[in-house]
């Protein structure tokens, strides 16, 4: 069901409006640091996910850290806690998956930062988390398995 088919299907107030997610956040991909060079990855303090933490809902515990040095010369940004962030890629049922931040953290380019500015974080968290099937399919062809 499309969100259009979605809304038609209630009996929304008419003061409700339907609008864009890039109206209501800031959105931005993370970056890995490379993983060659031990000075962005030994010692570091820096919380950082890989696409996976968004299995676990609410993300209160970091995949990995980094070193503030790898947040200086890579492209890892730091993501505030209240954020959500969805992954772009990944196996099974990880790409389209959301997750909310307790945590402010660094993240992969696997995986896209939605910054709420004029939405609660836990509302816009449940609705994404709603439209996974939607999500998964405009994020790529989905065909059904023919085992003909």
């Given at each position: ?85 969805m ?24 995986l ?32 059904p398995?023919?085992?003909?």
């Amino acid at each position: 069901m499309t969100t259009a088919e979605l809304l038609a299907a209630y009996n929304l107030p008419s003061a409700w409006k339907q609008i864009r997610l890039r109206w209501l956040s800031k959105r931005y991909a993370g970056g890995t640091p490379d993983t060659k060079n031990p000075d962005y990855w030994v010692g570091g303090t820096v919380p950082w996910l890989n696409s996976g933490a968004v299995n676990q809902g609410t993300i209160t515990v970091p995949s990995d850290f980094i070193t503030e040095l790898a947040v200086k010369e890579s492209s890892a940004k730091w993501i505030p806690t209240g954020a959500l962030v969805m992954a772009l890629a990944g196996q099974g049922k990880t790409k389209a998956t959301v997750g909310y931040l307790e945590i402010p953290t660094t993240g992969n380019q696997s995986l896209a930062a939605i910054v709420p500015e004029q939405i609660e974080g836990k509302y816009l968290y449940w609705w994404l988390a709603s439209q996974y099937r939607t999500l998964r399919n405009r994020a790529g062809r989905f065909e059904p398995r023919n085992d003909r």
